[in-house]
Every structure is written in structure tokens, then in C-alpha cells.
């Protein structure tokens, strides 16, 4: 059973430019996350979306947005591109909302802004 | 506002010692508690949860404590091995009016060392 796959691995941008990063769940799945690690503020919360829905939102800026499709797999997108949103992006699965079965986490994409 | 906290940031055992990790919240709601094993270069790996109406639970070489009383829980560790060997984060979800929000907030984490 394939888990929760990210692409791209590693991504480097230049300040200003917007970038997608991709996730695809484990099948199954219908509900995905997304969430920010960086070193001085450890893993936050982005967006989570079920059913081609967003359910909940944290505390980021409206450059910060996301989507998901029929098929579960989900894309977030980041625009004008500053030199802290270099981290590592973080998506995760769930069978259903709220992670009752748990939340399998894919290995990331790593976003330099240079 | 909502915040998981840890006390230690770094924690190192010999091998076959027992280890605990411990995890402070803040929201005295949350319901679903999750331990996560990050290593290097890889996303969280799920270990153990539990959830609010229970005080513990059991799983292989790990047990999670729940004290809500304190708002307090713990990761114990039988056996450590060199393997265990990460950054462990706790986790809280907490559910709104009954209908449950995908919400994770997470510990700083602790970075547990393993030495042979």
C-alpha cells in the first residue's frame, strides 16, 4: 500500500516568484492536511480539505492557499515568495476529518526561497 | 491560545535503558492526543494516540500516559534501542462541537538520543 506521496522533494525559489507543491493521499483517504516545519517554529498548521472542501484554517497569510481535487489528491500554492517561508511542507492523510484512524504524514517538500 | 509544550528538549539513554518523553497542552478541550517519531530527512511517523477518556494506553515497547488533570502526557519507551533514536513530538486535535477538525497542534519536540 503506497503512502502519502509529495512532490516536488526539494524546491528552490527566488523571493517573489509563487510555487505548487502536490500531494497525493494514500488511497482511500479523503482527508488531507498540510502543515509548515521550520526550525524556529516547529510544525504549524496550514489548511485541511475533505471532500474537495477547506475545514479548517491556521494562522497564515492569504499567500498561503490550497486546493484539493475529485480524486483526493491535493495542491497548495504559495505566491509572492519570501525568504521565511523556506521550510519543510508537510502533508497528511486521514480516512476521514479530525484523523480518528490517525494521520500518515508523506516525507515532504523542502522549499528554499533564495 | 492553543499551545503543546515540551519540558526537555534533548534526551539521551544508553541502550536497553527506558526512556520518557514528556509533553505539556494548554487547551483543555483537546480530545485526541498523537506521538510522532520524526527522523531525519523523513515526515512524522505515527507511534501511539489516546484519546481524553482514557488515562493509558499500550502499544509495543511504548506506553502513553494521559493526565488531564495537569494537562500533562508522556511517552515511555521499553527497551530503547539505537533505532529509537529521533525527534519526538506530541501532538493535540481538538474536536469542536462534536465535529472533529483536523487541526494538529505540535510540541516543539524532544530530540531523543540513543547511545549503544
Known amino acids: 500500500k503506497a503512502g502519502v506521496t509529495q512532490t516536488p522533494r526539494y524546491l528552490i525559489k527566488t523571493r517573489g516568484q509563487q510555487v505548487t507543491l502536490s500531494c497525493s493521499p494514500i488511497?482511500?483517504?479523503?482527508?488531507v492536511s498540510w502543515y509548515q516545519q521550520t526550525p524556529g517554529q516547529g510544525l504549524q498548521f496550514l489548511f485541511e480539505?475533505?471532500?474537495?472542501?477547506?475545514?479548517n484554517k491556521g494562522n497564515f497569510p492569504g499567500r498561503f492557499s490550497g486546493r484539493q481535487f475529485s480524486n483526493s489528491r491535493s495542491e497548495m500554492n504559495v505566491s509572492t515568495l519570501e525568504l521565511g517561508d523556506s521550510a519543510l511542507y508537510l502533508c497528511?492523510?486521514?480516512?476521514?476529518?479530525?484523523?480518528?484512524?490517525?494521520?500518515?504524514f508523506g516525507s515532504g517538500t523542502r522549499l528554499t526561497v533564495v | 491560545g492553543e499551545s503543546v509544550g515540551l519540558h526537555l528538549p534533548t534526551l539521551s539513554v544508553q541502550e536497553g535503558d527506558n526512556s520518557i518523553i514528556n509533553c505539556a497542552y494548554s487547551n483543555s478541550a483537546s480530545d485526541y492526543f498523537i506521538w510522532y517519531k520524526q527522523e531525519s530527512g523523513k515526515g512524522p511517523q505515527f507511534i501511539i494516540d489516546?484519546?481524553?477518556?482514557?488515562d493509558k494506553r499500550q502499544g509495543q515497547r511504548v506506553t502513553v500516559l494521559l493526565n488531564k488533570t495537569v494537562k500533562h502526557l508522556s511517552l515511555q519507551i521499553a527497551a530503547t534501542q539505537p533505532g529509537d533514536s529521533a525527534v519526538y513530538f506530541c501532538a493535540e486535535n481538538w474536536d469542536a462541537g462534536g465535529t472533529s477538525y483536523g487541526k494538529l497542534t505540535f510540541g516543539q519536540g524532544t530530540i531523543l538520543t540513543v547511545h549503544p
Open positions: 488511497s482511500g483517504h479523503r482527508s
Open positions: 489516546i484519546r481524553s477518556n482514557m
Open positions: 497528511a492523510s486521514s480516512l476521514v476529518p479530525g484523523g480518528d484512524y490517525g494521520y500518515t
Open positions: 480539505y475533505f471532500s474537495e472542501t477547506q475545514r
